[in-house]
């Protein structure tokens, strides 16, 4: 293993281990809930906050070293916040796209869902179901992990200067995170405008997609942890604008190599269905490719199944074979590889983060290029 690679390593296992002895801790309170019909939710919330890779409190820890904050522990609430915003989000896109698994466990929308129909609650009403009951408490689950984050960081930092900063800052994340959430809800219905052209059509497309990657994920995933653990250090804000766009490349990257393994990827190691981003019409570079080639034999067999609830293993291989045979995989895999060397490129450039701090960030590269799940 090379030396940054073994850096990152170290950084993120003891960041990890001290996020996790942390949230262990915020779990057990939630789970003490004392309303009866509240508490299963509440643990289903504290299951879903267990589990997860923590990459994005990680970086929050990760921006916080890199900006020059002696303390360790300094961020960890922000840290935790960020991953309590993300359990909300991950509750709210479940609910958004049907999905039935998460972390390799069901959803929060389908557990109240199955606790009804298992306990034999009829509906009150005829035009509700008991799917829509597990919508509904799972949408009010989601928005609870919203707070928990703002409440965390409030609590904690009350007595800082910068609690402000931290509060405006972690807001603009999540507000950025929505606006890319919702173009990517939207996009789909609205390509389907019969007053656009075609060529209309595939300059929205192609735009779209690239500004959801920027707002939903390298800004959620990426540079909003980053920069949010650098508010706690002494950094330029032309430095940090410097770690801005080596995070943006990164996050790009990071999007496309996820929807390539939302295709390619082992079903088990990723913990949720292999193919669901076809079932879910989801928007990607490989999708848009294939959408937008002024051949459309690709586009007129791709949109036979893509959209299709229930799709089978042999339709999922099909799927796999357009975007292989069209060139939209082999696309992908070089815009990805061409955003991993921007972000190296941006890494170079900073003379003002030491020779081991940059380590740090190849480490944080290398851990995402390539990956199985």
Known sequence: MEKSSVAFSSFYRESKERLEGKMKDFNAALRKEEHPMLTPFMSDFADLNEGGKM????????????????????????????????????????????????????????????????????????????????????????????????REIAATYRGDPRCGSYLAYFDQIILD???????????????????????????????????IYHLKTSCYSVVGPLHLGMLTGSLHGNQMEALDRFADCLGVAYQIEDDILGIYGDENAMGKDVGSDVSEYKQTVLFAYVR??????????????????????VELEEVRDIFKSSGALAYALELSQKCYADAEDEMVKMSFLSSEKKELLRGLIASLRGRSH
Not at 72 to 99: K, N, R, W, Y
Not at 292 to 313: I, M, P, V
């Open 55 to 150: 990459l994005r409190g990680v970086l929050v820890n990760l921006g916080s070293y890199l900006a020059g904050c002696e303390d360790p522990t300094q961020s960890d609430s922000l840290a935790l916040a960020f991953e309590l915003f993300q359990t909300g989000v991950l509750v709210h896109d479940d609910v958004i796209d049907h999905a039935q698994s998460r972390r390799g466990n069901k959803t929060i929308h389908r557990r109240y869902e199955d606790r009804l129909i298992a306990r034999g609650i009829p509906m009150v009403s005829e035009a509700e179901t008991p799917g829509d009951m597990g919508v509904a408490a799972a949408i009010c689950v989601g928005d609870m992990g919203l707070y928990y984050a703002n």
């Open 177 to 211: 995170t929505i606006r890319g959430e919702l173009l990517d809800v939207v996009l789909p219905a609205e390509l389907m405008d019969p007053s656009l052209t075609e060529k209309e059509k595939r300059s929205i497309l192609n735009r779209s997609v690239m500004e």
């Open 292 to 313: 937008t080639k002024e051949d459309q034999a690709d586009w007129s067999r791709l949109q036979k199944l893509y959209g299709k609830e229930d799709l089978t293993r």
